[in-house]
Nanobody, 133 residues
Framework: QVQLVESGGGLVQPGGSLRLSCVAS????????VGWFRQAPGKEREPVSC????????YYADAVKGRFTISKDNAKNTVYLQMNNLNAEDTATYFC??????????????????????????WGQGTRVTVSS
């Protein structure tokens, strides 16, 4: 079974930091690329970041570039998202998912031009991040 377990969310003040973890099972993160996604109440799910399986190349949405860092530990089969200088617009539930359907690693919009949106058959339960003073 493919399973994703996200953790690390919580309540944080503006300007604060959190580190999210995504522990994968049923596949290895050096075989499939893994992305982070978020969904705020009343809004559609949006891609945040992605890291490729073979060479750990990273991609970021414009809204988080320079503030968030994605990384992975192949031995632990875990992907991380370090989030710094958080603001209210970062409030959302964060999910991770394997990129097992794209033709290329992290090969979905907006990280690869002229490709379609991200698709996955597998999602975790998500971890909630609330940024508030």
């Amino acid at each position: 079974q493919v399973q994703l377990v996200e953790s690390g969310g919580g309540l944080v003040q503006p300007g604060g930091s959190l580190r999210l973890s995504c522990v994968a099972s049923g596949f290895t993160v050096d075989y499939y690329s893994v992305g982070w996604f978020r969904q705020a109440p009343g809004k559609e799910r949006e891609p945040v970041s992605c890291i490729t399986a073979t060479d750990s190349r990273t991609y970021y949405a414009d809204a988080v570039k320079g503030r968030f860092t994605i990384s992975k530990d192949n031995a632990k089969n875990t992907v991380y998202l370090q989030m710094n200088n958080l603001n209210a617009e970062d409030t959302a539930t964060y999910f991770c998912a394997p990129d097992h359907l794209s033709d290329y690693e992290c090969g979905f919009y907006p990280f690869r031009a002229r490709q379609g949106p991200f698709r996955s058959d597998y999602w975790g339960q998500g971890t909630r991040v609330t940024v508030s003073s």
